[in-house]
């Protein structure tokens, strides 16, 4: 199969995320965070299970399920903490400019459409099950079946993916910062766990910002909340650009491999799979608020 079949594999989830939502938002036995949770699990794992199965024997799927080494663990750590500051900053201005529905949503969504909930449950549902479905579909199955394009390619066009699948025209930016960020750990180490883990961390940085906006907004938290966000923001990017350049020299880290430079990944994005999902990403922010 060729990565041009295999940029297709998006735009197949968001359309089931789409049909999806013409389900009710609870079944019976099935709570809207456990609905919302298998939901997810089919309309990633479907697609990823049937094109792998297509392309088993042509161009199989590599998910580099192996462990990355120790030694990434501060850089994982400290790019993952700044691109998941970056992307609650950049998404709680953008929804700011969008309105107070779209802010609503962004910040507080998730406590008020599941309210209710523990807060351990919370963290699980939304933070760790989806950092492994969509790093194993975005930086497992769909880098690797873009591969052949090179990886600066394959880094950008899963990078596009997925802020168009799991983002809303709020968390476009924030999430394809941290994409780019993901699928370059994913290329470095060869594994993707240290994506996954900085996908955790994103997930968890979001909820815990959401949370102490919601508890403590009332008593003018917010420019505080900013200040340290910024602070901390500043210095896990010094840290991560540190880390980063001892491994380097070092030459403890992969570089991108594949492609013709930056101006041959940029080609490839209007690629038939890219297309399809940003037209599907319209309707979307259109038809989903």
Known sequence: MSPAAYSMMPAAALGLFLLAALLPESLPGLGPLALDTLTEAAALGVPLLVFGLI??????????????????????????????LFSFFSSYLTASLLGGAALRDMVYGPFVHYGGTPGWLLALALGLAPALM???????????????WGQPAATLISSLCFAMVCGSA????????????????????????????????????????GYALRRYAVFGAWPYLMILGAALLFLCTYLAAA???????KGRVRRLRGGKGPQAALSRVLCPGVLATAALFAVKIVWIK
Not at 134 to 148: K, N, P, T, V, Y
Not at 171 to 193: E, H, K, P, Q
Not at 243 to 249: I, R, T, Y
């Open 243 to 249: 880390c980063l350049e001892s491994l380097l020299a």
């Open 170 to 209: 709020a968390t476009f930016l924030g999430l394809l910062v941290s994409g780019l960020v993901f699928g370059y750990m994913t290329a470095a180490t060869d594994s993707i766990w240290p994506a996954a883990a900085g996908r955790l961390i994103h997930n968890l940085v979001n909820l815990a910002m």
């Open 55 to 84: 392309g088993r024997k042509s161009c199989p799927l590599r998910f580099r399920l192996r462990f990355s080494r120790f030694r990434f663990i501060p850089f994982v750590l400290s790019a993952s903490a700044a691109v998941s």
């Open 134 to 148: 969509e790093e194993i579909f975005f930086r497992g199955g769909l880098f690797s079946g873009l591969e052949d």
